[in-house]
């Protein structure tokens, strides 16, 4: 059973989701840091506060802190355009490579004639 643990974490696909997750937490702070110290104080300039996180809607006994909730929404909006970025990034880089790889050198060429030719002969 030890065996087969070590045999799965060694796979690839375990250790880059396992930095992805590492990498993805310590972004998900730089993202929050950057919502409330800097987007959320220029939209409160707009909308008169400067603290998204204490709007409070209060019914009753009730709170709805809809303040925080706008947080994560513009978390989120963040985060997923800055994957969505780096993604077609990555996508743009592996379609290069493709085209690298799918163009057949000029020796290729030669020997696809070469075999072209000789299956014409033979016949």
Not at 19 to 41: C, E, M, Q, R, Y
Not at 93 to 103: G, L, P
Request: charged share 25%; proline share 2%; hydrophobic share 50%.
């Amino acid at each position: 059973m030890l065996k087969e643990f070590k045999i799965f974490i060694a796979r690839g696909n375990v250790i880059d989701m396992a930095v992805g997750i590492i990498v993805g937490a310590a972004f998900t702070s730089i993202v929050k840091s950057l919502v409330n110290n800097l987007i959320n104080p220029l939209i409160g300039l707009f909308i008169g506060r400067i603290d998204l996180s204490n709007l409070v809607l209060t019914v009753g006994d009730a709170q709805f802190k809809y303040g925080s909730f706008l947080n994560a929404v513009i978390n989120f909006l963040i985060i997923s355009f800055v994957v969505f970025l780096m993604v077609k990034a990555i996508n743009t880089f592996r379609k290069k490579e493709d085209k690298k790889i799918e163009t057949p050198s000029e020796e290729v060429m030669y020997l696809k004639e070469i075999t072209e030719l000789l299956k014409k002969n033979k016949e």
